[in-house]
């Protein structure tokens, strides 16, 4: 009797994966090579245009955010945006913060950000997004890495720059404020 409720108990949660997109990451960029710090990755979105029918396989997800709240990655189709992979223990992520924290306060209304935890725990997360004063902006609480294997991030600091017309790019290293600044300028 208790084989079997497991083995329910199995399926149920494999099917439940597999109906949420969990098992499968769409489309990503290989990582960059380990002697190119600074090397970025770019993929093209299957589609060119901006409508809300055209979102790039990457943004095709479903996550909760840190404060409990559903948020979709669609949202951001046919915007400029930026998510930023992070983790609350990581000391370059720390660093970062008070960068990420301004450029959002002074670009939000161009440009959509998007924080993307994981390798933690979600009280980590939370009193990272409050100690660094990030609440201008939403973070999803990666805690399965389920986004990040989206994008290809294995590491963080990480981040995916999506223009209007769908394209993703990948930066899988830590930028100083002014090439963010740079970046994100382009974008907006």
């Not at 992070?86 to 209304?109: F, H, N």
């Not at 939403?138 to 995916?160: E, I, M, N």
């Not at 017309?165 to 600044?181: C, F, H, I, P, Y």
Request: net charge neutral.
């Amino acid at each position: 009797m208790v084989r079997l409720r497991i083995a329910t108990g199995s399926a149920v949660l494999v099917m439940l994966l597999a109906a949420c997109g969990a098992g499968e990451p769409g489309p990503v960029s290989q990582p960059p090579s380990a002697t190119s710090p600074s090397a970025t990755s770019t993929v093209a979105s299957p589609t060119s245009t901006s409508s809300p029918a055209n979102v790039p396989d990457q943004l095709k997800f479903t996550a909760k955010t840190v404060d409990g709240a559903e948020i979709s990655g669609a949202d951001l189709a046919g915007k400029p945006a930026v998510l930023w992979f992070w983790a609350p223990w990581c000391p370059k992520c720390q660093r970062e913060a008070p960068g990420m924290a301004a450029a959002a306060k002074d670009l939000g209304g161009k440009v959509t950000f998007l924080g993307a935890a994981a390798l933690d725990e979600v009280p980590a997360m939370q009193q990272f997004v409050q100690r660094y004063d990030l609440k201008s902006f939403q973070h999803v609480a990666d805690v399965d890495s389920a986004v990040w294997k989206r994008f290809g991030v294995t590491a963080q600091p990480a981040y995916a720059f999506v223009d209007t017309t769908g394209k993703v790019e990948v930066v899988a290293s830590q930028l100083s404020e002014q090439d963010l600044r740079q970046r994100l300028d382009r974008l907006g």
